[in-house]
T-cell receptor, first 115, second 111 residues
């Protein structure tokens, strides 16, 4: 199993550009999520999904869109990038969509810089 | 709303000694999970240990143990016999429906 994969590893955007961060998992996990980590800080939840076709907002959803058309994929879209979105983005997944008792498995992260 | 607090921005420990990293949480939901993750300088997130809200015994995983005090809403991580490779950021997290993280503690192990 590849686990949770994220592409690209690094990305530089100009203000106003759009892009999609890709996330995929091959563990048949119901739950997937996106976090951002700013320097010296913890992870803040952007969006999450408890199953295909279901998404919900986290702590910091503004400026980001998600969709979950398949169990495997959970892309994160930046519609109009801003310098405040410069961060490291982590995708994660866990087995159950609704249980509080499952750990999440994390991807390697995408380092995004917005100029 | 769920809230996770880690009050120690940085901790130092001598190699081979034990260290406790503090974590307090707040939620009104009776069913929740508490998790600790390690983030070394390379950046990946590594799951260490888990405690369920209904678990009667403290969780242990090798040199890691979770000191769960439900009435005090604390879930401290204890690392025994610290090693140089334990130097990293450590994050406490709580899951009710989604998973939220604390701000983290940077642990430095001194030789």
């Amino acid at each position: 199993n590849a686990g949770v994969t994220q592409t690209p590893k690094f990305q530089v955007l100009k203000t106003g550009q759009s892009m999609t961060l890709q996330c995929a998992q091959d563990m048949n996990h119901e739950y997937m999520s996106w976090y951002r980590q700013d320097p010296g800080m913890g992870l803040r939840l952007i969006h999450y999904s408890v199953g295909a076709g279901i998404t919900d907002q986290g702590e910091v959803p503004n400026g980001y869109n998600v969709s979950r058309s398949t169990t495997e994929d959970f892309p994160l879209r930046l519609l109009s990038a801003a310098p405040s979105q410069t961060s490291v983005y982590f995708c994660a997944s866990s087995y159950s969509g609704t249980s509080a008792y499952n750990e999440q498995f994390f991807g390697p992260g995408t380092r995004l810089t917005v100029l | 709303a769920q809230k996770i607090t880690q009050t120690q921005p940085g901790m130092f420990v001598q190699e081979k000694e034990a260290v406790t990293l503090d974590c307090t949480y707040d939620t009104s939901d009776p069913s929740y999970g508490l998790f600790w993750y390690k983030q070394p300088s390379s950046g990946e997130m590594i799951f260490l240990i888990y405690q369920g809200s209904y678990d009667q015994q403290n969780a242990t995983e090798g040199r890691y143990s979770l000191n769960f005090q439900k009435a005090r809403k604390s879930a401290n991580l204890v690392i025994s016999a610290s090693q140089l490779g334990d130097s990293a950021m450590y994050f406490c997290a709580m899951r009710v429906s989604d998973m939220r993280f604390g701000a983290g503690t940077r642990l430095t192990v001194k030789p």
